[in-house]
């Protein structure tokens, strides 16, 4: 079938049925769940010394009070990673390229942490809107900019993950058409353009797990300013 | 239910028959709280299956070797590629070129980089069970130290005697020898009041007869009268006289 380049962003649906939902639960199952040996297989053990050094590494800078947010930043993460991941492999679709799902998934949280913030200690909150050691005639101006600044958080979480995300598949999808297009021509240039490829397929791969993290990390930065 | 009838309704309710069949068992235990079955399960194999090409399970060639033999599932995935390919049942198009390069970069990252994520799993239960077992061998060490510390006790017990019977004898002397100082120390005691007794006595007959000399001479200086103390002086100046006769005969 003759694909175009935004196939890969549609929605998928198979004759009528609409799988969107299947494509966003299904990486999950990928991931095992911990049985109840004792000594596990080699997958468990990686797994879960992975969660446990990215957990402690991330809830490490929070107070005990953010700890309960621990279980949603893990799973979020693992989520995200697993969706990225397989987003890398041929005729996937990837549900984070699409900014509804990203803004679904960041609005919601961002908004939970301001209001903890507006909630428990409002004072506070509203402090961080006017950093230390401002010269007295720019208060008004920077209280402005920095209300700006926090009320465009979600947009930038989701537009950020969004971007990355759709940017690395477009441009994966480009090149590769540039190096069929270029193999019965120029067999050496396509050449060079396929090592581009591989350069870049190694990038995305790095962006795709560098995206999960600082997706979660972000979230625990504005967690930790308003706990 | 009135109150006379709820004392009698569990004996009753006991007495009816059970509310399902004998052999629905798995369905009237309570979610998740007890063993599924309580006979000893057959333990968990600890490697997966064995496969080939990391895809297709062994199993798959075993199927196949009776009617093929060894080549048989290799010449089926050819054709079937062939027949894919070119019937453009697959198409050839940018996706291909970009899976021919995800999936070099996996196959490579997992031929590289396996075995030592394999280990590092492997060292990771490793570690668990090591650490395990040092508490359980640690225990052992101490309980087995404690019991040879007992039975040096026990040894140190039974020499116990011979250590009384020194300390008796310790005792013994100790109480030898303080009776000795003792006895001496009375008997130097007494010898020091029966020498005081005797010096008495000396010193009394002494004093009587220095007393009897003075009073002697002190009679005898008395009664020598003046005449005889002329005559004496008169005999000692002829004496004298004949003695220098002699000396100056002398020199």
Known sequence: MNLSFFDQFMSPCFMGIPLTLLSMLLPTLLIPAPNNRWVSNRLSAIQLWFLNTTTKQLMSPLNKKAHKWALILTSLMM???????????PYTFTPTTQLSMNMALAFPLWLATLL????????ISLGHLLPEGTPTLLIPALILIETTSLLIRPL?????????????????????????????????VSALTATILFLLTILE????????????????LYLQENI | LSAPLLPSAPAALRSLPPPVAAGVLHTTRQLHTTQQCLAPLPPLPEKGGEVRYGLIPEEFFQFLYPKTGVTGPYMLGTGLLLYLLSKEIYVVNHETVAAVCILSVIIYGVKKYGSAVAAFADKLNEEKVATALAVKNEAIKSLETAIEEEKKEQWRVEGCSYLFDAKRNNVAMLLETNYRERLLTVYNEVKKRLDYQVAMQNLKRQKEQDHMIQWVEKSVVQSITPQQQKESIAKCILDLKALSKSAQAAV
């Open chain 1, 79 to 89: 989520m995200l990673l697993a969706i990225n991941l397989l987003g890398l492999l």
């Open chain 1, 205 to 220: 791969i790095a962006v795709a797990m560098i995206q999960a993290y600082v997706f979660v990390l972000l979230l625990s």
């Open chain 1, 156 to 188: 930038a979480l989701g537009v950020r993950l969004t971007a990355n995300l759709t940017a690395g598949h477009l441009l994966i999808q480009l090149i590769s058409t540039a190096t069929m297009a270029l193999l019965p021509i120029m067999p050496v």
């Open chain 1, 116 to 123: 903890t913030g507006l909630r428990n200690q409002p004072s």
